[in-house]
């Protein structure tokens, strides 16, 4: 029973830059992989970013040199830093943790207007 708690979206303009942070609680077991997916309307959901307890990262291409993602293992947080925000990067964002399955954050919603 994990719980992931999601904070960070918001609106912003096109270039500006936002931060979510997901913080897991509810288990003593450490996570392994923690990452990111966003889903807009009319698209598919997407894997935006992920990394793994060692730290090692993966992004996919359209946010490659403008996001980062990140996390903490003793505080089982991850973040994603997006800088130069474009609008088509408005979606839901929900953060993820593996432990013995996938569990999910709420999602929260950026906004990025032109």
């Known amino acids: 029973q994990v719980h992931l708690v999601e904070s960070g979206g918001g609106l912003v303009q096109a270039g500006g830059s936002l931060t979510l942070s997901c913080a897991a609680s509810?288990?003593?077991?450490?996570?392994?992989?923690m990452g990111w997916y966003r889903q807009s309307p009319g698209k598919q959901r997407e894997l935006v970013a992920t990394?793994?307890?060692?730290?090692?990262?993966n992004y996919v291409d359209s946010v490659k040199g403008r996001f980062t993602i990140s996390r903490d293992n003793a505080k089982k947080t991850v973040w994603l830093q997006m800088n130069s925000l474009r609008p088509d990067d408005t979606a839901v964002y929900y953060c993820?943790?593996?432990?013995?399955?996938?569990?999910w954050g709420q999602g929260t919603q950026v906004t990025v207007s032109s």
């Open positions: 990394i793994t307890s060692s730290g090692s990262t």
């Open positions: 509810g288990s003593l077991f450490s996570i392994n992989s």
């Open positions: 993820y943790g593996d432990l013995l399955r996938r569990h």
